[in-house]
Nanobody
Framework: RVRLVESGGGSVQAGGSLNVSCLATGYDGSFSRPNYMAWFRQVPGKEREGVAAAASRAGTTHYADSVKGRFTISLDNAKNTVVLLMDTLKPEDTGMYYC????????????????WGQGTQVTVSS
């Protein structure tokens, strides 16, 4: 059974940096590895939005326009981890950050992902 566990996050002032990490367990060999891992975020009253995604094999990455140039997603298949490095954080980056994995066609669409973590909170104060 695939499980995703996030760590990191926390509180920071605007302009600062934070990292969030996700460890995936339960893959039954390389053939069961989802083709994408990603980070989504959600604030109360809004839909969960895709922030960044990374392909497991091709090395391709995708970013929401709002985070391009500030966030970097890094996938390590050997360690089954995905890390989101967040720089120059803004108050609007505040939210619950979720790790996701799945066999997807649209890397930043929440509808395509099968596995989800419990989330880790990121709060950016102005």
């Amino acid at each position: 059974r695939v499980r995703l566990v996030e760590s990191g996050g926390g509180s920071v002032q605007a302009g600062g940096s934070l990292n969030v990490s996700c460890l995936a367990t339960g893959y039954d060999g390389s053939f069961s590895r989802p083709n994408y891992m990603a980070w989504f975020r959600q604030v109360p009253g809004k839909e969960r939005e895709g922030v960044a995604a990374a392909a497991s094999r091709a090395g391709t990455t995708h970013y929401a326009d709002s985070v391009k140039g500030r966030f970097t997603i890094s996938l390590d298949n050997a360690k089954n981890t995905v890390v989101l490095l967040m720089d120059t954080l803004k108050p609007e980056d505040t939210g619950m950050y979720y790790c996701a994995a799945g066999w997807v066609r649209d890397p930043l669409s929440r509808l395509d992902y099968t596995y989800w973590g419990q989330g880790t909170q990121v709060t950016v104060s102005s």
